[in-house]
Structures are given as structure tokens and as C-alpha cells.
């Protein structure tokens, strides 16, 4: 069986899975640099290059210019440009013939391996060298900025000296830093999307789409962070956090998911998106599969993408509540699936997996032996008399799942940046080197603050969910005013609309209902690998929410009058100006 910390090695030279051993002189091109009796050092034409460690791997690929119609991405400069290398390690000089210059433009995000949009039909799959990453346990060192394809002159399967580095190239670093992210974080539809509503902007827009709940952060709550603000408080804490926050938040989830941990398999994270970044940074080896349920969180891909692996998105249906059903994931899982993302109560969809479900999916990983990670940072935010089920209760699963929580949602603290984990002991010594290195520790101050929240009061609670409640059925009501169809969401704040009938695809809704109707929603295209849907969320004083549905209301049924498109039809999103 695949237990977790069976991945996890110890901190230390496990960067590539195997030590570098080979001098630099080996390689063509290194010369010595002149020691004694000659001034040490590069010639001042040279400048010396950072030490950056990295490890060997493949190159990015070069991409071809993308043909899509109206793709906004502009072609590669013309090959041959000639890139002329040289750099020194440590004491040697080395010197790079030039070569024709690959193509530094970077290329919109595509990773899906069933083809996400909006995407670009000239694009080689992102992932496409993952397969050919050396194995071996998940690490930092390979993930560095400047890994495969940043460095010049590092060839598949050479293994550079420890402390070799960044590349001074003729076309300067800023480039081998834009060709770098072009392949591991290139620019995604989602920041696009952010910088049209900034440039909208406006006191009468109306927010529907994201999950920043407007309820305030309850007063206990802001009076431990000031508090804290104190000499001998605003200081670095244990990398895990501060003991007394890990026993309330072990506390907690005794209580309240039925998983009992010890305060030090636990580690405080700058909110539940890094608690998930570093999870999945230490389960996902180059190449492995990571199953989730599609719509997702829009993060997801993002995060597995950058951890090197390959996501498998499971669809799910509105028919069906947008449930990941245990056999639909069985159907996905291959010889490289190594990772089940579970997330209930869902965001965008708003499902909260039942008993049996969540059982069926327990036993889906116990066959396949599947490591889990659970987001479980709505649980608290349940509706209809929902119950949330952790999957880390379940027997034989706390040994294979890494859980994750936070306090944005339950406690309105989004801005304070407070997460956390919980996995055995053995795999949380084995986080140290990845999440230490990260932010050192979460914020003190944050910390104070999670940890009034956990031990403070809690009878704002069922006003706040009340209220959300009272929300989530006035915007129900809405929808179904306009005929608009969604599935039922039992937890969280979102909920998934069904525009496809209106003919237009998310991006393009999203783009006209905020320019027409100052309504902002978030297009279901990229939380998903299919079109159809916006995510709206109730996290709006009542009278705004139902101002925004009836603006959205009057939009709907401009649409409708319009003549007709093709269903479901969709746009990319247009260049960021
Ligand atoms: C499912 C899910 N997980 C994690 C997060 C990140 O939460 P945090 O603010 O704690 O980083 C969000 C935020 O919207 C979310 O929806």
C-alpha cells in the first residue's frame, strides 16, 4: 500500500532523485577560469552569474505560433536570432555556441489533457515533457524557477554541478524568465478576467462572482490580531505555526470532522490555497496524474500544473448535482494516477458529497491506492440540513490524505491569509523543506487572530449562515424567474448557471453582462473543462443581490431577443490590453 510518507524523503540531496556527480568541465565548452596568479573571478565583461541550483531537465519545447482565428497570442520572432551563451560555475567559464533562438512569446495556459478553453489548437500539450522528467520523489530543487528549458546549454539527461546557474544570455534574463513561465505558469484567462473588471470598474458594479464573504470578520477576531501588534508577538514563529493554534485547529478537527491529529501533524498555512500549492508539491512527482471533479476549483490546474503534474479532470453533471461519483473516478484512473482531489462543499458547484459517496470514493482509493488531498474549507458553510463527511475519517484513509482547511470562508478572514494541513507526522517532517523555504512561517499576527477565531465565541455563526442562506434561495428564486436552470448547492457560496441555452459561451456572457449590465460573474469556462455555465456567488447585502439579478434578469432577456447563435457558442477571452 502507498502510504504517504513512503514519498516523502528526508530534506537533503534528494533534488533529482540521485546526486549530481558530473564536473562541469566534462561538458563542451567549459574552460577553466584563470586561478592563481590571475585575478579570480570573471572578467568584467562578463558579469558573474547568480548560484541558483537546479536540476537537469529536458527543454521546453518550442512552440509554434498559434493559428486559432483571432487568437490573440503574436507568432515567434523569426528563428536564428541566435542566442550566445556563456557563464561561470563556481570557477569555470563555460561558452555556448549560438544557436537559433526558441521562442520567447509566451503562449496561453493549456494543460488539459482533454483540451481546456479557452484554448489554443496550435499548442503542443503543456505537459507534453512531463514523461520525460526523471522520477523519483516530488522536490523543491526541480521546481525552481529556472529549471527545464530556462538554463541554455543544459541538455536532456547532462547533470550540472551542484550550484550551476542561471544562464546570462545575449536576449538578457528577463526572457529566460518570460520563456520559463510561458511553459510553467503562463498567463491564465482568470487574472485576464480580473484586469477587465479593474478596468470596468466602477461604485455601481455589482459583484456576483467571487467568494470573499462580505460579512464582517467577527469582533474577537480583530481584536486578537491587534493585540498582537506588539513587540515580541510580531516575530517569526515555528515553521508549523504556533503550538497553541495547531492544538485548536487538532481540537477542531476532532471535534467537528471526526479525525483526530496531533498538534504537530499539523502545519499553519498562508490560507488553504497554500496548504493545497504545498500538498500537491510533495505527492506530485513530473508526470503523475492528479484526478479532481470537474467544474473545479479554478486553482486546481494551476497548482498541479506548477507541481509538474498532469490533471485528469472527472466530469460532473448538473443532472446529477455536480457529484463526483466513485465510479466515474474508478473510469479515470490510470498506471500514473497517483492523486484524488477531493473538494466538499464544492466550489463552483456547491455539491456536498453524501456518506455513500464520499465511502465509494475511500474505497476507489483504497484499491487503487490513491493518495488523498481534501479541501475542506467550506465545511462549516452547509445549507438544507447537509452534513459534511471527511473522507480522512473513514477507516485506513488518515494514513493516505493530506486534509486541508482555513478560516476565509467560516470566519470572513480572507485578507488575514490563514490555512492549514493536517497529514501524519512522517509526511509533515517531510513538508519542512517545502513549505519552510516557502514564507518561512504564516503571519504571527494572522496566527493570533486564527487562533482567537478557534477558541473565541461562535454564535455569530448561525446568524451569518442564516443570512447566507436567506441569500442562496433569493438568488435561486432569481434564476428561476429567468428560467434559468442550476443544480441545488448545499454548501459553500457559489452556484453554477446554466447559460448554455442562451447561446452565448461563459467568457462572452461574463464580458457583455459586465459591460451591459455592470453584473460581474465569473465564466464556468475556467473552472472547467466544458463551457455552458457562470459561477454566482451570494456573498452581497440583500437589496445589491437582488439589484444584480435584476440587471442580470433584464440582460437574459435582451439575449433571448437577439438573433439566434449557435448554442453554447464561446469566445476567448480577448488580450489584456
Ligand atoms: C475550494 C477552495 N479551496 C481553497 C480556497 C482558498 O482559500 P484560502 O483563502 O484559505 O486560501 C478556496 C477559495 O476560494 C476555495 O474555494
Same mark, same amino acid.
Not at 235 to 258: F, S
Not at 354 to 367: E, I, K, M, N, T
Not at 561 to 570: D, K, Q, T, V
Given at each position: ?29 567549459? =574552460?577553466? +577560469? *584563470? &586561478?592563481? $596568479? /590571475? !585575478? #579570480?573571478? @570573471? ?66 495556459? =493549456?494543460? +488539459? *489533457? &482533454?483540451? $481546456? /478553453? !479557452? #484554448?489554443? @489548437? ?89 467568494g470573499?464573504p462580505d460579512l464582517?470578520?467577527p ?33 477542531a478537527l476532532a471535534r467537528d470532522v471526526g479525525v ?12 488553504a ?20 471533479a470537474?467544474?473545479?476549483f ?18 460532473t453533471?448538473?443532472?446529477?448535482g455536480f457529484l463526483l ?17 477531493v473538494v466538499s462543499p464544492a466550489n463552483p458547484t456547491g455539491a456536498v458529497l453524501p456518506r455513500d459517496v464520499v465511502d465509494?470514493l ?12 481534501t479541501d475542506e474549507v467550506y465545511a462549516r458553510i452547509l445549507y438544507d440540513g447537509a452534513r459534511h463527511y471527511s473522507i480522512a475519517a ?9 486534509l486541508v482547511g482555513g478560516f476565509s470562508k467560516t470566519y470572513s478572514m ?39 477565531a478557534l477558541?473565541?465565541?461562535h454564535d455569530f455563526l448561525p446568524a451569518y449562515l442564516a443570512t447566507y442562506d436567506t441569500r442562496r434561495r433569493v438568488l435561486m ?9 442550476y443544480a441545488r448547492p448545499a454548501g459553500g457560496f457559489f452556484l453554477l ?38 459561477r454566482l456567488s451570494w456573498l ?38
Amino acid at each position: 500500500m502507498r502510504m504517504l510518507h513512503r514519498l516523502l524523503q528526508p530534506p537533503g540531496r534528494r533534488a533529482c532523485g540521485e546526486p549530481w556527480r558530473v564536473h562541469p568541465a566534462k561538458f563542451a565548452g567549459v =574552460r577553466r +577560469a *584563470p &586561478s592563481r $596568479g /590571475a !585575478p #579570480s573571478g @570573471p572578467p568584467r565583461s562578463l558579469p558573474r552569474a547568480p548560484s541558483i541550483s537546479f536540476c537537469p531537465l529536458p527543454r521546453a519545447p518550442s512552440i509554434p505560433p498559434c493559428s486559432l482565428r483571432g487568437c490573440a497570442v503574436p507568432p515567434c520572432p523569426p528563428a536564428g536570432a541566435g542566442v550566445r551563451t556563456a557563464y561561470w560555475v563556481g570557477r569555470w567559464h563555460v561558452r555556448r555556441p549560438a544557436r537559433p533562438a526558441p521562442c520567447r512569446v509566451p503562449r496561453p495556459f =493549456r494543460s +488539459a *489533457p &482533454s483540451g $481546456g /478553453a !479557452p #484554448s489554443c @489548437p496550435a499548442l503542443p500539450p503543456a505537459q507534453s515533457t512531463a514523461s520525460r522528467w526523471p522520477s523519483g520523489t516530488a522536490s523543491m530543487a526541480r521546481r525552481s524557477l529556472f529549471s527545464p528549458g530556462a538554463v541554455d546549454g543544459v541538455r536532456e539527461g547532462r547533470r550540472p554541478a551542484h550550484g550551476e546557474l542561471l544562464r546570462m544570455t545575449t536576449s538578457g534574463v528577463s526572457s529566460v524568465l518570460a520563456a520559463r513561465l510561458a511553459t510553467r505558469a503562463a498567463p491564465d484567462p482568470l487574472w485576464r478576467h480580473t484586469e477587465l473588471i479593474l478596468t470596468v470598474g466602477g461604485g455601481d458594479l455589482i459583484q456576483l462572482s467571487i467568494g470573499d464573504p462580505d460579512l464582517p470578520t467577527p469582533a474577537h477576531i480583530l481584536e486578537a490580531a491587534r493585540v498582537a501588534l506588539q513587540p515580541g508577538l510580531v516575530r517569526y514563529t515555528h515553521w508549523q505555526g504556533l503550538p497553541e493554534l495547531r492544538a485548536a485547529i487538532a481540537d477542531a478537527l476532532a471535534r467537528d470532522v471526526g479525525v483526530r491529529y496531533a498538534a504537530d501533524e499539523v502545519v499553519v498555512t498562508a490560507g488553504a490555497e497554500q496548504a493545497l500549492f504545498v500538498a500537491l508539491l510533495a505527492l506530485v512527482d513530473p508526470g503523475d496524474e492528479v484526478l479532481f471533479a470537474d467544474p473545479y476549483f479554478h486553482a486546481l490546474p494551476r497548482l498541479v500544473h506548477i507541481a509538474g503534474g498532469v490533471w485528469k479532470p472527472v466530469p460532473t453533471h448538473e443532472a446529477e448535482g455536480f457529484l463526483l461519483r466513485p465510479e466515474a473516478v474508478e473510469r479515470h484512473v490510470g498506471p500514473r494516477t497517483k492523486v484524488l482531489v477531493v473538494v466538499s462543499p464544492a466550489n463552483p458547484t456547491g455539491a456536498v458529497l453524501p456518506r455513500d459517496v464520499v465511502d465509494g470514493l475511500a474505497d476507489v482509493a483504497r484499491r487503487h491506492d490513491l493518495l488523498v488531498i481534501t479541501d475542506e474549507v467550506y465545511a462549516r458553510i452547509l445549507y438544507d440540513g447537509a452534513r459534511h463527511y471527511s473522507i480522512a475519517a473513514l477507516p485506513e484513509m488518515r494514513s493516505r490524505t493530506v486534509l486541508v482547511g482555513g478560516f476565509s470562508k467560516t470566519y470572513s478572514m480572507t485578507g488575514f491569509r490563514l490555512g492549514y494541513l493536517a497529514a501524519p507526522a512522517d509526511v509533515i517532517a517531510g513538508l519542512h523543506s517545502l513549505k519552510e523555504p516557502m514564507d518561512i512561517c504564516a503571519s504571527a499576527v494572522a496566527q493570533r487572530a486564527g487562533l482567537a477565531a478557534l477558541t473565541g465565541p461562535h454564535d455569530f455563526l448561525p446568524a451569518y449562515l442564516a443570512t447566507y442562506d436567506t441569500r442562496r434561495r433569493v438568488l435561486m428564486a432569481g434564476l428561476d424567474g429567468m428560467g434559468i436552470s442550476y443544480a441545488r448547492p448545499a454548501g459553500g457560496f457559489f452556484l453554477l448557471a446554466n447559460i448554455a441555452p442562451l447561446g452565448l459561451g461563459s467568457v462572452a456572457f461574463a464580458q457583455r453582462v459586465l459591460a451591459e449590465a455592470r453584473v460581474v460573474v465569473f465564466p464556468g469556462v475556467m473552472a472547467s473543462t466544458r463551457d455552458g455555465y457562470v459561477r454566482l456567488s451570494w456573498l452581497q447585502p440583500e437589496d445589491r443581490l437582488r439589484e444584480g439579478l435584476a440587471r442580470l434578469g433584464a440582460f437574459v432577456e435582451r439575449l433571448r431577443h437577439e438573433p439566434a447563435r449557435e448554442p453554447g457558442a464561446s469566445q476567448p477571452m480577448p488580450p489584456a490590453q
